[in-house]
Structure formats: C-alpha cells, structure tokens
C-alpha cells in the first residue's frame, strides 16, 4: 500500500499527516511506545497498542461485511471502545457514525435512517431503546458491556464479535484519501431534523490541527472531557494523533473530579465550556487551584471570569471559535480580556459578515459570519443525503454559519447571537423544531414554540411556550413528565408558559420573536425553582 503523500495538490496534506490509518501507522512505527491515550483511572495506550486494537476490530468488522466506504454508527459512551470503535472503522476506510448517547424515539429512528448504516455497535445500557423503534437498515447491532437479553429487531452480536486477528484486517481497495469522507456527525437543524455533516480527512486535520489550535504542541497530553459524538471529542483526539501526542480521556465533566483527573491523567491542555469554566472559578480556593499540570486552557464562549481564571490558576487562557462544519476559522491570542471575542482569523481562510442578500456589511455593523478555505475539502463536505439544506448552506460558494457577528475596533470578531433558531445549552446545540415535535405529541397541546431565555451559568436555558387544545388544560410538571422518556436529558425544557394562543404573522407564522422579547413572564412555570433537576443517565 503507497501510503506516501499525494502531491496532487500541494495545499492538502499528506495522507500521513491526516488520514488515520496512515498516520497511526506512521507513529506506531517510528515511537510504538510512547503513550498515546490514557483514561482517567484505567490504562495507557501507546501507539503501538492502538494500531494492534485498530486492526483488531478492523478485522471483526470486516467479517461483519464492513468494507470501505461504508457507514458504521457508533453509540458508545467516551471509553476505550469507542476509540477503538472509531479507529477499526476507519483503518478498513470506513465510516465512523458516532451519534449522541441521549438520543431515544423518533430523533434515533431519523439519524439511523440518514446514516445508511447495516451495522451498530451500541452500549448494553441503551439497548432498551432500540425496542419498538425503526432501525431503517441496520441489521446487525454488535453490543458492547454485557448483553442486556432485550427484544430488538436486529440480529445482536456479543462484543467478541470485534476481537478479530489482527494480521486479518484487509488492505483498502484503494489509498484512503484526505478527501474521503471520514466521519459523518450529526447536529441539530433549525427548520427540520438534525442534519448528518459529511467531515472528510482533510477537515478534521484543518479543524484540530496548528491553525486553530496553535497553542497545543506534541509535547502536550489534551484532555477530552467533551463526548466523542461531538467535535468537541473529535478534536483532543484526532489532533493529538496526528501531532504525535497524546490525548486523556474521561466518562464526562465533573466539577468535582476536575483537578484530581488532570493531575491522574497527566493533562497539560484542555477545552473548557463557558459552563464548565464557571462551575470550576465557583469552587471554594484552595491549595488544588496551583497544585495541577494543566498549562493552557481554552474556553469557549469566553466569559467574563476568564482573566480571573487565569490569574487564580496560573492557566494560560485562549478562545477560539468552531462549529462541525468548519475548521476552527477564528482564534485568539493568550490570555484575552473582552468577553464574547472569538479571535481573528487563521491563516487558511477567508471570512465575511453579510446581510440577508449576503453583501457585505459595513464596517462597525453586525452580520452573519461565512467562510470559505484557501485548500479544498478542508471544510464540511455537506450533508448526507440533504442536497437542499447543503446548497442552502454553501449558496454563493460560502459557508454560511448562521451566527451573527460584528469586528471591534481590534480586529477581534465579537459573537454577537444565533441567526439561526438553535439553543445552545450546556455545550449541546439543540433544534427548536425537534422539542417541539414532541411537545406537540401531548394530547392537550395545540400548538408550541421553544425559545432560548439566557442561563445564569452560560449559554441559553429553554423555554417552552405553550397553547392547550380548546377545552383542556396544560399542567407544566404533567408535561414535562410526558417529556422526559421523549427527550435527551438536555433537551428537556426548564421553563413552561401557559398561554391561550401564540402570537402570528399574517401569514400565520408563529413571531418566536416576540416570545424571546417577552422571555420569563410572571407566569412562567419553573421546573428548578420547582425543585426539579433532570441529570445526564449514567452508561457503563
């Protein structure tokens, strides 16, 4: 196999440098004993290790009939088997399909569809919510941690199914390219269901590597506290793989365990929500605060505690700004003060704020961010089999991000709102219209629309306003229940309001508008003051 650079182009990198099978290969020889991944109380793996675990589900999955090209969903929780899962799958040039560990009902049923996917290897702890439901043309479900006997209408393999002889994974009909498609992620759309990115090799390279994230080095060791179902996983991963680094990994965020898995884990650099930042500058000072490894750390959105951030945990602070189809087009300097900035751009892209007609805004004013890139396939390639939402989003030949932002007198790009009607909660981008589709499910509710109301720890909390049949009633604690098996943890409103009707335009639009102006009215029902909290399930 020529696993030589292409110098079909001299802008894309080498398939070495990008493509995982090549660059795992390329480390594996030159340092296989160097550490490449170590979790938070459980084992390291070297470089070496990690080429033998590749093959070896490659291999399996080969068995299984996967071969190159094809799409394989991942539903996994941060482990060493979704690693594991991830690199077999794209060592065979294969498509890794990791989806959201929340996702139940009608959302599972749509990413299912969309992916294409004849195989899932899924958790024993989210089985049950494979009963009952369509799993389109996935035929074969390969289970991970134990075997939870339930009713599924796939044919269920035991994990062993994965452990194939490593000599056995086969070559790749042809060299894996840094424009093949390496990953498909899906995020949540605005208009209609959450929408599968189509990243290829070159992307993900572009999006982890040098550019938007300068500051990490090889010399580094990036935590991933972020779910590998997002970029906000893809990136310590994928970015330290192809610097020759290595990247730790836990189950997810704690504020509690934050600084004793930093200093378990060895970890220099790490990416912080504004959230999670907050919750961490909340905690009593102490001895802990100066008594860690942690060198440099990114937080984004930046907020307004960050130069006290640094300053109390001797940390040096960058933001940046990315979503999953670009790659990391704006970044900082060390240490900003402006809360809200996201940086400048990197060298390798362009960057414009237009209005609705997409001329550009003058100087001064607020428009939405689009982006296009010096080198090809380096941004999103897409999305799977939407061809009207791409051209939607790629119209004129730019990326439009559907973010509003405006420059100050700096040059630094200051986030201003979502143009788009998305909620961003606890780092999770959520779609209005899929809470709403299942608010709408409630027997008594006649009509819904969800908004975002600010969270007082970052982001947005959601808000959902609500219309009862006529003739009927709407208790807010009974709705809520109603949603809760319905729902990710995530997407679950915290407030409720009752009214008799939503406000519309004459052409009978609901004017969401008006209802975030109007934002926590009096009457708004509250499930936290109520004494209601929803936390994450706990998998594994």
């Not at 840094?178 to 759309?189: A, E, F, K, L, R």
């Not at 089999?385 to 420059?407: C, L, M, Q, S, Y």
């Amino acid at each position: 196999m020529d696993t030589e650079a292409t110098h079909r182009d001299p802008r894309l990198p080498a398939r070495d440098e990008c493509v995982l099978r090549y660059v795992l290969q390329k480390w594996s020889r030159l340092k296989p004993d160097q550490v490449y991944a170590k979790f938070h109380r459980g084992r390291s793996i070297t470089y070496g290790e990690m080429e033998t675990i590749a093959r070896k589900v490659a291999a399996g999955l080969s068995a299984l009939g996967v071969k190159q090209g094809d799409t394989v969903v991942v539903w996994l929780p941060n482990s060493l088997e979704c690693l594991a899962a991830w690199f077999g799958i794209n060592w065979l040039g294969a498509v890794y399909v990791p989806i959201n560990t929340a996702y139940k009902g009608r959302l599972l049923e749509h990413v299912l569809a969309n992916s294409d996917a004849r195989l899932m290897i899924a958790h024993t702890d989210l089985m049950a919510r494979l009963d009952g439901i369509d799993l389109a043309k996935v035929s074969h479900i390969v289970e991970i941690g134990g075997n939870s006997g339930g009713p599924c209408s796939a044919t269920v393999l035991p994990e062993s199914a994965l452990d194939g002889e490593p000599d056995r994974a086969p070559e790749p009909d042809r060299p894996i390219e840094p424009w093949d498609v390496q990953s498909i992620v899906y995020t949540s759309g605005t208009t209609g269901p959450s929408k599968g990115v189509l990243s290829s090799y070159a992307q993900l390279h572009a999006m982890a590597g040098t550019g938007g994230f300068y500051m990490v080095t090889a010399q580094d060791r990036y935590l991933c506290n972020l779910p590998l179902f997002h970029v906000g996983g893809t990136i310590p991963a994928m970015g330290m793989l192809c610097r020759g680094g290595s990247v730790s990994f836990v189950a997810s965020f704690s504020t509690e365990e934050f600084w004793s898995s930093i200093n378990e884990t060895q970890t220099t650099v790490v990416l912080l929500l504004g959230a999670m930042a907050t919750f961490i500058a909340k905690t009593p000072p102490g001895p802990a605060d100066r008594a860690h490894c942690l060198r440099s750390v990114i937080i984004v959105p930046l907020a307004e505690n960050a130069p006290a951030f640094a300053e109390r945990f001797g940390v040096t602070v960058y933001t940046l700004y990315n979503m999953t189809e670009i790659s990391t087009p704006l970044v900082s300097g060390p240490n900003p003060t402006k809360t809200g900035i996201c940086g400048k751009p990197r060298d390798g892209v362009e960057l414009r704020l237009v209005d609705g007609n997409d001329c550009e805004v003058r100087a001064g004013e607020t428009g939405e961010l689009i982006v296009r890139a010096d080198a090809p396939w380096t941004l999103n390639s897409g999305y799977n089999k939407n061809p009207e939402a791409t051209v939607k989003a790629w119209r004129n030949g730019w990326f439009h991000t559907g973010d509003a932002f405006r420059i100050n007198e700096d040059g630094d790009y200051v986030f201003v709102d979502r143009m788009k009607d998305t909620i961003r909660r606890r780092g999770e981008n959520i779609s209005s219209f899929e809470v709403e589709a299942e608010v709408a499910a409630h027997p008594h509710v006649n009509e819904v629309a969800v908004v975002p109301v600010p969270s007082e720890l970052s982001e947005d909390d959601i808000l959902c306003v609500v219309a009862p049949t006529p003739g009927q009633s709407i208790d807010p604690e009974e709705l809520l229940n109603f949603l809760l098996p319905r729902l990710a943890h995530f997407m679950v409103p915290r407030y409720v309001r009752v009214v008799s009707e939503l406000p519309r335009t004459p052409t009978a639009k609901i004017q969401k508008n008006l209802l975030r102006d109007e934002g926590l009215t009096n009457d708004t029902w509250d499930r936290e003051a109520a004494g209601i909290r929803i936390r994450r399930e706990r998998i594994g």
